[in-house]
T-cell receptor, first 114, second 115 residues
Framework: GGIITQTPKFLIGQEGQKLTLKCQQN?????MYWYRQDSGKGLRLIYY???????QKGDLSEGYDASREKKSSFSLTVTSAQKNEMAVFLC?????????????FGEGSRLIVV | GDSVTQTEGPVTVSESESLIINCTYS????????LFWYVRYPGEGLQLLLK?????QKGSSRGFEATYNKETTSFHLQKASVQESDSAVYYC????????????FGAGTRLAVCP
């Protein structure tokens, strides 16, 4: 089996700061995703990537940048951290984008803005 | 847009009791969505529990079952006898049956099973 590793587990930054989350997967999956989860709410898609160097915007992409430098890694940058976006960020991957494909998730990274 | 509503947690049950976590969906842009239950155990990442992509079918895994009911737009999760190890957060989700499997998740239901 494979694993998805997200770093760091906790990211603490100041308001207005640019902050970056990293995700690595060893499934050799083509597609990777970044989701945001706010307390008491469902996951919302920020960005996804169907292959190396590809980027697609999700429902919540404003205020974020993403980078798929290689097949195994997918980074997410908060361009200017705000206190109202403290949340848990989840990285996921899947074999492809086809309907019904299973997503495999990392444990999540919690963003704290002070 | 699409939405998923599920039982608000936390839900607390005793070991060996039966469980049902309700899930209803609204798929305004998708005629026949794919339906999923994902689960997050303590200290682990979210993982697929079961999925059903055909209306009327039932999915099962680890003693849990869910039936895709298009008439009532529901996908309730049931287990006849829960164990302490089932304590986790359960998420119902729907996905597009088109080319991109974009998932819409419910808010999650935290389940605590007492010994």
């Amino acid at each position: 089996g494979g694993i998805i590793t997200q770093t760091p587990k906790f990211l603490i930054g100041q308001e207005g700061q640019k902050l970056t989350l990293k995700c690595q997967q060893n499934f050799n999956h083509d597609t990777m995703y970044w989701y945001r989860q706010d307390s008491g709410k469902g996951l919302r898609l920020i960005y996804y990537s169907i292959t190396e160097n590809d980027l697609q915007k999700g429902d919540l992409s404003e205020g974020y940048d993403a980078s798929r430098e290689k097949k195994s890694s997918f980074s997410l940058t908060v361009t200017s951290a705000q206190k109202n976006e403290m949340a848990v960020f989840l990285c996921a991957s899947s074999i492809g984008t086809g309907a019904g494909n299973t997503l495999y998730f990392g444990e999540g990274s919690r963003l704290i803005v002070v | 847009g699409d939405s998923v509503t599920q039982t608000e947690g936390p839900v607390t049950v005793s070991e060996s009791e039966s469980l049902i976590i309700n899930c209803t969906y609204s798929a305004t842009s998708i005629a026949y969505p794919n339906l999923f239950w994902y689960v997050r155990y303590p200290g682990e990442g979210l993982q697929l529990l079961l999925k059903v992509i055909t209306a009327g079918q039932k999915g099962s895994s680890r003693g849990f079952e869910a039936t895709y009911n298009k008439e009532t737009t529901s996908f309730h999760l049931q287990k006849a006898s829960v164990q302490e190890s089932d304590s986790a957060v359960y998420y119902c989700a729907l996905g597009d049956d088109g080319s991109f499997n974009k998932l819409t998740f419910g808010a999650g239901t935290r389940l605590a099973v007492c010994p």
